[in-house]
């Protein structure tokens, strides 16, 4: 190989390794833009309202539930109860646990979204309500199997979760399982809990990402 040819090689080889270090740059910036936006969003909305609007109960549907959310197996009780509600095979876009319901945004066509919630306090599963979906991606690319949950990791998660943010009177109040924002090709859906603190009298939170067999990720 002539000395032109190998310079040209080895400047072809440098653009290549710069132009992949550009773009896991640009990749990561990303991440760390959205994952503020999340912390931001989280503490300026305390309430953190359940999907669905939920009236006063009725005492024929009021139901006395002591369980913990996040200490017990009714998570995986209610979803039984949804699946039951909703009939049909479904792909799950998004499914959320905090510590008075279970809520979902599932999929039974592959084309519409609908959003269900079955509070611990209540006989019956509230829903369905159409979701409306923004932004030019796929569906189908945000959609998984239900079989991926794996409810019963919620417990131990919820102690790792809590240890792991470190945050004075630190408490889990939701985990969300679903796909990332930005993902990589093959990264599946994730756990995400949401700890909430206090630094005085400063709100504090942090999210602590583990993967669907509950491997820890991340917190931020």
């Excluded at 270090?21 to 503490?43: D, G, I, P």
């Excluded at 009177?169 to 924002?181: H, I, L, M, S, W």
Aim: cysteine-free.
């Amino acid at each position: 190989m002539s000395r032109n040819r190998k310079i040209i090689l080895v400047l072809f080889i440098v653009a290549s390794v710069g132009s992949m270090w550009a773009r896991y740059s640009y990749e990561q910036q990303k991440r760390r833009k959205m994952e503020e936006t999340l912390r931001s969003l989280s503490l300026n909305n305390p309430s953190r309202a359940s999907l669905l609007p939920t009236p006063e109960p009725t005492p024929d549907d009021r139901v006395e539930e002591p369980r913990d959310m996040f200490a017990s197996e009714l998570p995986q009780e209610l979803l039984g109860q949804l699946t039951q509600k909703v009939g049909n095979e479904f792909k799950l876009m998004e499914l959320v646990v905090d510590e008075k319901s279970l809520q979902a945004k599932l999929s039974t066509d592959g084309a519409t979204v609908q959003q269900y919630a079955r509070p611990k306090d209540r006989k019956n599963v509230e829903g369905p309500a159409e979701v409306r979906i923004v932004g030019d991606g796929k569906l189908g690319d945000s959609l998984y199997d239900p079989k991926l949950v794996n409810l019963s990791l919620v417990p131990k998660l919820a102690r790792e979760a809590a240890e792991r943010a470190a945050l004075p009177g630190g408490k889990v109040e939701t985990a969300r399982f679903n796909y990332p924002f930005i993902r990589y090709r093959g990264e599946g859906p994730e756990w995400t809990f949401v700890v909430y603190g206090s630094e005085g009298d400063k709100p504090v939170s942090k999210f602590v990402v583990f993967d669907a067999k509950g491997k820890f990720k991340k917190v931020f």
